[in-house]
């Protein structure tokens, strides 16, 4: 059931259900690529995409959602994608490109390529750093090509606080 869901049915006050709203809100994450990253062509070197990433509190517990669209005008380059942040003590959940799905164990896990045209990615699961740190998207070719590959606009990363 939703967490809005169980606020609205629980017996709380208005002023508290608004209270506890407004925690879930905070303990929430959130980052959206507000214009479209080019990673230079013939370039499989992943590289920090700037401004696309999100603060993480040692010891804490999250679960992550990380969607992105990406694009390769000449189809053979492809796209690829990671994630770097402090050492995590636990890392679990699936990584899917394109249909194909696969497990991640372990930070160096969150991570997937597919050569095509067009490639999305969407990765879900549960993460706990070490330490404070960063959680940072990455991105680049997935195969060598001549051709630049592009995150669009509007692909995201969530990492909501497990309370």
Do not use: W
Not at 14 to 26: N, T
Not at 33 to 61: C, D, R
Not at 112 to 120: I, N, P, Q, R, W
Request: glycine share 10%; with cysteine; hydrophobic share 40%.
């Amino acid at each position: 059931m939703p967490i809005n869901s169980r606020i609205n049915k629980s017996s709380l006050s208005a002023k508290q259900k608004r209270q506890v709203r407004a925690a879930f809100k905070a303990a929430s994450n959130v980052a959206v690529l507000a214009s479209n990253y080019t990673h230079t062509q013939s370039n499989t070197t992943l590289a920090n995409i700037s401004g696309f990433s999100l603060p993480v509190v040692g010891g804490k517990t999250y679960i992550y959602t990380i969607s992105l669209t990406c694009t390769n005008a000449g189809g053979s380059g492809g796209a690829k994608f990671g994630v770097t942040g402090p050492t995590a003590s636990f890392v679990t959940g699936q990584v899917q490109v394109d249909g194909t799905s696969a497990g991640s164990t372990s930070l160096a896990s969150i991570t997937a390529g597919a050569t095509a045209a067009a490639v999305e990615f969407l990765a879900i699961g549960t993460y706990k750093p070490s330490t404070d740190g960063t959680f940072q998207i990455q991105a680049a070719q997935n195969a060598s090509h001549a051709s630049d590959t592009v995150v669009l606009a509007g692909s995201f990363v969530k990492l909501e606080e497990v309370i």
